[in-house]
């Protein structure tokens, strides 16, 4: 019963999560149309294990690795910093 019970107040947060998000969405593509402006949706899948110079899908990391050498183009990459250079990319192109 109390396992049941947990995993019912499990769901009610995880989809109260999934509620807020999809509030947020919709209030930045309204705030974005009102002042004229353009709003890209980028998906971060594998943003961080990404190469940002020539591509190559280093494979996943656990989380403490927080810097990688790529091994194809030798560039040293910060794992937030690669990350956050990917998503510019999808966002704005290479």
């Not at 919709?26 to 890209?40: F, N, P």
Request: proline share 3%; with cysteine; hydrophobic share 30%.
């Amino acid at each position: 019963m109390i396992l049941s019970l947990s995993a019912k107040k499990r769901f009610k947060f995880i989809k109260g999560c999934q509620r807020r998000k999809l509030e947020l969405r919709r209030q930045l593509i309204y705030k974005c149309a009102w002042y004229g402006k353009e709003l890209k949706l980028v998906n971060p899948y594998k943003t961080s294990q990404l190469c940002s110079m020539c591509g190559y899908d280093d494979g996943k990391k656990p989380l403490n690795v927080r810097e990688w050498t790529c091994p194809q183009c030798g560039t040293h990459h910060d794992r937030d910093v690669n990350a956050a250079s990917n998503i510019k990319q999808l966002a704005f192109g290479r």
